[in-house]
Every structure is written in C-alpha cells, then in structure tokens.
C-alpha cells in the first residue's frame, strides 16, 4: 500500500463507508437498511488487500446534521478521496471499483434498487469520478503563464 497521512486515511475511510451509509439511507425501512449495510461491508471485506488497508482501522463518526448535508459532506469526502489517490492510480481505481461495488451490492440487497438508491449511487458515480492531473515531478504547481502580448 502507498503511504498516506493518517488525515489522508480518515478522509478514503470516511469516504467509502459515507457512501454505502447514503445508500442504505436512501430508502426507509430500518431492516433494509441493516441488510444494505452488511451487504456493502461484505463488499469491502473481501476487497483485495491494500483497498482493505486504506478503508480499515480507526475510528469513522458519521456525519451530523440535515440530510442534505451529510450527503453533501460525504460527496466532499468521495471527491477528496479520489484527489488524494490520485497520486497512486492503481489504489484510485481500486478504491473507486470497491465503492461503487459496495454501494451497488447495498443497493441490491433489499428489494432491488429503488429509484431514491439509483440517484444517489448516480451522485456517488460522480463523487468518485473526478480526474485531477498531477504536475510533472519537480515542476511548480503553477497555471500556465499567459501568452505574450504583442
């Protein structure tokens, strides 16, 4: 596994367990959402290993507040996430082949999906799918200069 800051990993933690939490939470049903949920962490139980380190250890609190915002806080987490792998791309596209399988597994899980759980997996597909380039070793990380006038 590459190495990430200890804030880094709270963040990829947070992200992935978020965003099965907003699919189980997507539909009512108190059952249901303990299904989805066993669904969704057996997903990242058998991901392979350097997922499973990245997604493990310490302690996740949810997010508090309205609906809305704690979707909108896990979205941010999802986004964040995918710009801190984005350093290392087989750790991205493991973390983002894990949360979208867990997610899909959850979803599945109780009833089939149901529209509620189809939007919000649409906005985690989302989340996840920013591509953010990285500089070019021992370049500035600046924007390109304008060009001349003339």
Known sequence: MSEY???DQAIIR????GAVSLVSTAQPGFFDMFRESLAGSKVFAAAPQHIRELISGGLTLPPRGSAEEIESEILSDLTQATRILAVHPEDLQGFREVVLEACQRAAEAADGVGP???AVMQRIREAVSHTFSQPSPGSPDL????PPLS
């Open 143 to 146: 924007p390109a200069a304008p």
């Open 14 to 17: 947070r992200a992935a367990l």
């Open 5 to 7: 800051s200890d804030d």
């Open 116 to 118: 509620e759980e189809e």
